[in-house]
């Protein structure tokens, strides 16, 4: 990996607050899978350095997830060991590797957009929801647990009701502090231009002086240490080698390890995939990654967290949320984030414990909301019924089952609403005997869907440098809001890139493509 000087102050800055919020995330992941709490940060530490190294997405970060507790907690149940949970995630990491080398990772080109957009919004309020009860200082519901129904049987809005009896001022007080210095470095211009020191750090910080306050002059409003951060703490080298588990390779031929290393795969991948296409769609810079090269590398970072005792793994939308809101740029944001897990393990776990859930919760609050803010709504509600109702479908499926059954739910209503008109041929590409200095004709069908969208994409990143490309969209009435995406950031960065002259032809207004230097829209 060439690092980037130009990009790795922010990429640091953002590591910091993507570690900030990973660190409950993996412990309370852990908790809620019935692993050990050390489980969840080795996976952490993998999770951003070794997959964040071999990962060709410059945005997304890995780890353990939430949408594999049910799994993990069943797994580990049924197998009756750690150690043999631990040897079927070695074998769903092989499993990843081959779906790699299958090229599977091209499934997620298939997802569309609106689905996307409504799994990270679902996703946003979920996380406000969930930390509303740890923003008040009621913490039984652990940090892990992102599922509408939790383990006691109540729901997240029964949680919230009952949270609100058993608040704790302290805890209020630290996370009104805290949302009031983001909301600063997001509003003052002063603080907006101190690059150097992210808002969240500064929170936490602030957040620890104030409770420490609250200790040393025997307030009431003191938080006490179930309500702070929970980093085990060896107290001598041989404790801390004794947390690493490692996998019982003699249950290899148990019918069951094999049955739970597949379901892990596939859950895994199929998670993985919908956080890739959602951080793409994040991404400023509008980068695509190789979703084989994330599968392989999600492989190789189950296989080595299986190896050392570590939970499974996938790509993770709260982190990977985390950090294209603080501004990171490259990978090295993520690889930082896992260098910091290592470090605080090894020398700071103690003053790590001082951090109240509430100064977490306050930053947790913050991503939730640039993930599921009134804009978002907007934005979809003007792109009309056919993106809108697959997005708002989306959304509450996802609130109300899981990331799954909810991405599920929306992809199955956008695939009804492209069946309603019928499904022609997307385009026509005349590409056969092309000699350099001919028009390229890429001719629009009628029908245009997200369907279309990965042949479409390949087809204008296969055209050579320097020609002369037209998009007829004449005979068109519909077309997908992910290809007119595809076709807009085209124009926009890659056609100037490779030097290719781009005339679009017969685009209707409501499609909405700007005019750019590159091209010339003639009606």
């Known amino acids: 990996m060439n690092l980037n000087k130009a ?18 995330l993996c412990l309370g992941i852990a908790l809620a899978s019935g692993a050990p709490l050390f489980a969840g940060i080795i996976s952490g530490i993998i999770g951003g350095i070794v997959v964040g190294v071999l990962s060709n997405s410059q945005l997304s970060v890995s780890g353990p997830a939430a949408g594999l507790t049910a799994i993990v907690l069943s797994a580990i149940t049924t197998l009756g060991s750690f150690e043999v949970f631990l040897l079927a995630v070695v074998l769903a990491g092989v499993i990843q590797l081959l779906l790699g080398v299958a090229k599977a990772g091209t499934i997620s080109n298939y997802i569309p957009s609106n689905v996307i957009e409504g799994m990270l919004a679902a996703i946003g309020i979920i996380i406000i929801l969930k930390q509303l009860p740890h923003a008040i200082g009621f913490d039984v519901d652990n940090e892990g647990d992102f599922f509408f129904i939790e383990k006691s049987g109540s729901n997240t809005f029964s949680a919230i009701i009952n949270a609100i009896n058993y608040s704790h001022p302290g805890a209020i007080i630290i996370t009104i502090v805290s949302l009031l210095i983001l909301i600063a470095f997001t509003k003052v211009e002063f603080l907006k231009k101190i690059k150097a020191i992210p808002g969240a750090l500064i929170a936490v910080v602030v957040g620890i002086a104030i409770n420490e306050t609250f200790k040393l002059t025997g307030s009431p409003l003191a938080i006490s240490q179930e ?10 080298f041989n404790e801390f080698v004794g947390q690493f588990s490692f996998p ?17 795969a596939i859950v895994a991948s199929i998670e993985t995939l919908l956080c890739i296409e959602a951080a793409d769609k994040m991404d400023p810079l509008k980068r695509y990654t190789n979703t084989n090269r994330e599968l392989f590398a999600q492989g190789i970072g189950n296989i080595a967290s299986g190896l050392i005792g570590g939970l499974p793994m996938t790509s993770v939308i709260v982190r990977t949320s985390a950090n294209v809101n603080s501004g990171g740029k490259t990978k090295a944001s993520t690889i930082v984030h896992g260098i910091l897990l290592l470090i605080a393990v090894l020398s700071i776990p103690l003053i790590l414990n001082k951090i109240p859930l509430a100064c977490l919760a306050a930053v947790l609050l913050m991503i939730g909301y640039k993930l599921a803010g009134p804009t978002i709504f907007k934005h979809m509600w003007k792109g009309g019924k056919y ?26 209503v956008s695939v009804f609403y492209i069946l309603r008109a019928n499904l022609k041929l997307a385009y026509f590409f005349k590409k056969e005997d092309y000699h350099e200095g001919e028009v390229i004709s890429i001719k629009l069908a009628q029908e245009v869907s997200f369907l279309n969208k990965a042949a479409i994409k390949q087809t204008l990143h296969h055209l050579p440098n320097g020609s002369k490309v037209v998009i007829d969209a004449a005979d068109t009435f519909y077309i997908d809001y992910d290809v007119l995406k595809i076709i807009s950031d085209f124009i926009e960065n890659t056609a100037n890139d490779k030097k290719i002259n781009i005339t679009l032809k017969g685009f209707k207004s409501e499609y909405k493509i700007e005019n750019a230097s590159t091209h010339v829209i003639s009606k």
């Open 7 to 24: 990009t790795l102050r922010n990429d640091i800055q953002s590591g910091l607050v993507v570690f900030l919020v990973a660190l409950p």
């Open 227 to 236: 309500h702070l951060v929970n980093l085990p703490t060896p107290r001598n």
């Open 248 to 264: 019982n390779l003699s249950a290899i031929s148990n019918p069951e390890v094999w049955i739970i290393a597949l379901t892990l």
């Open 387 to 412: 993106q809108f109702i697959p997005f708002i479908v989306t959304v509450i499926a996802v609130v109300f089952t899981d990331l799954l059954k909810g991405v599920a739910i929306g992809f199955i």
